[in-house]
């Protein structure tokens, strides 16, 4: 009787193992075509969604090549009216570089709107980006910011003798960072646009006439009205003076040691120099001329015994 259980226990077991076995056997082969039917699935998903979007594809790409043809018929057209608006030629190719990309970026965004591609997303992206450079290039956007300044309100233009910074010398360059200033003495200045933005600029040339500013000094035992004589007559030998506004020679001041005489003149720009040094000269060859006293400092020391 135990033999039989035992026998029948033992072909029960022997049948699980078996059923187990088959059954692992068969496993693997309905994975196989359980993945071939999800690539397939895969597959035949994407290209509908290919065929639903070829249309939207190929409007995009003809939205594309027509965007980018307009882009540089426009970029053409800005370069050729800042060349007319006299702005120099690195920062008009910076401009014309800029409105460009602008354009590019125009373009793209309609495209993408085309393939319905949110726009929230490429606003999110973009201005996190512009985010970011401001950050990391932010003296550099001052200073681009100041150039825009300088080129379209125009303090100065290429040329022009001025005053900035401490500096005097004549406009060399704009670039869209940085004025480059030639001084008189030779030497070349890079001021950056940003601080130029913010400063007092005088500029010498802005009027085509320019005042010369001149004092002499003569001793209290000189002959006022000759000296003024003798300066009145230098001034109208001169032939670049200008004789509207007409010249002021008057007394001034009256100093410790001396009398001042203010002489004002006007003249053009381009002949500033060379009037104020030749005036300067001539009176002092007249006032020797005419035994005029031009004072100095003195000194007199009494010693008492």
Same mark, same amino acid.
């Given at each position: 009787m135990e033999e039989t259980v035992t026998s029948a226990i033992s072909e029960i077991l022997t049948s699980e193992i078996s059923v187990t076995t088959t059954s692992q056997a068969?496993?693997?082969v309905e994975t196989i075509q359980e993945q071939v039917s999800k690539a397939s699935s895969i597959f035949s998903g994407m290209a509908q969604y290919f065929a639903n979007l070829l249309p939207s594809l190929i409007t995009a790409i003809i939205v594309l090549i027509l965007g980018v043809i307009v882009s540089r018929l426009l970029a053409r057209l800005s370069a050729k009216a800042l060349r007319k608006a006299n702005i120099d030629g690195g920062a008009r190719s910076f401009l014309v570089s800029l409105v460009r990309i602008l354009l590019y970026v125009v373009v793209i965004i309609m495209a993408l709107s085309v393939l319905n591609v949110p726009m929230s997303s490429i606003i999110t992206i973009f201005g996190a980006a512009g985010l970011a450079v401001s950050l990391a290039l932010q003296n550099c956007l001052s200073n681009l910011c100041g150039g825009f300044i300088i080129l379209f309100s125009k303090p100065f233009t290429s040329g022009d003798t001025i005053e900035l910074e401490g500096t005097v010398g004549k406009v060399d360059a704009i670039s869209i960072? $940085? @004025?480059?200033?030639?001084?008189?003495?030779?030497k070349t200045v890079f001021i950056p646009n940003g601080k130029i933005s913010d400063a007092k600029?005088?500029? $010498? @040339?802005?009027?085509?006439?320019?005042?010369?500013?001149?004092?002499?000094e003569i001793s209290y035992s000189a002959d006022y009205e000759k000296a003024r004589l003798i300066i009145m007559k230098i001034i109208e030998d001169d032939p670049f003076v200008l004789d509207d506004p007409k010249p002021v020679v008057r007394m001034s001041q009256h100093k410790e040691s001396s009398i001042a005489i203010d002489t004002l003149v006007w003249v053009k720009n381009e002949n500033y120099h060379s009037v104020r040094y030749s005036i300067v000269e001539n009176v002092k060859s007249g006032f020797d001329r005419e035994n005029?006293?031009?004072?100095?400092?003195?000194?007199?020391?009494?010693?008492?015994?």
């Open positions: 068969i496993n693997p960072l $940085y @004025t480059k200033i030639k001084t008189f003495d030779g600029i005088i500029n $010498y @040339t802005e009027s085509p006439e320019r005042r010369v500013d001149l004092s002499f005029i006293e031009i004072p100095f400092n003195q000194l007199d020391v009494h010693i008492k015994e």
